[in-house]
């Protein structure tokens, strides 16, 4: 799968012109910097997706600032109870509340149904800077990388299934290296690497090849 996106991203047009210009250089103002993972929470929407048989058109997205971890719901509305019962599904049954939620600014995010939701699990918002994409800049990279990435995974497919394949999307960019943090979202979230479906068929490895985890 890994080797199927990464072939489409240099090979789908699609891909290609979707990645626009670089951004400015320069300094990232009102930059995070977390202590651990889903203290802070970055959210955006991937918009103009192709209507799922679902009805889906949007790609909610949640991104764990300190460790990179991506994750995703389909939906087809997005009004700010819709985003308020996303969050609760996907970040804080799994993860609890976090401290600190950012997104840009935009009524989505800022109703009264949202703003109570955030009260009730005491986090707060912090917009960023007059839409620069640099005051937010990793969730805007991470924005464009799932776009190019699910653009390219469906790019042989049915586009009315793609809200099928956003999850094993999520679990592919979820455990590839990331240069900046050294490590894989996922072993920063959980504490050890995501084993793949053939691995686990195989069984466990030799005794003397020892799997890293960060319990022991």
Request: hydrophobic share 35%; aromatic share 12%.
């Amino acid at each position: 799968m890994y080797a199927d996106v990464d072939r489409f991203v240099e090979e789908c047009v699609d891909c290609a012109s979707g990645k626009g210009r670089p951004p400015n250089p320069g300094p990232s103002p009102g930059n995070i910097t977390p202590r651990r993972p889903f203290e802070a929470v970055s959210m955006d929407f991937v918009t103009h997706m192709p209507k799922s048989a679902r009805g889906n058109t949007f790609l909610l997205l949640f991104q764990d600032i300190f460790s990179g971890y991506v994750m995703c719901k389909p939906m087809s509305s997005t009004t700010a109870q819709d985003v308020a019962e996303a969050y609760e599904e996907r970040v804080f049954r799994s993860f609890g509340a976090s401290s600190l939620i950012r997104h840009d600014q935009d009524p989505r995010f800022m109703s009264e149904v949202f703003t109570r939701f955030r009260e009730l699990f005491g986090s707060r918002q912090r917009a960023t800077l007059a839409y620069r994409p640099q005051a937010n800049g990793q969730q805007e990279r991470s924005v464009q990388t799932v776009i190019r990435s699910v653009r390219a995974y469906i790019a042989e497919a049915d586009q009315s299934d793609w809200d099928d394949h956003a999850e094993r999307l999520m679990f592919a960019l979820n455990t590839s290296f990331d240069a900046t943090r050294l490590e894989t979202p996922f072993y920063l979230v959980h504490g050890w690497d995501a084993q793949g479906t053939v691995s686990a068929m195989l069984g466990p490895r030799p005794s003397s090849v020892q799997e890293k985890t960060a319990y022991e």
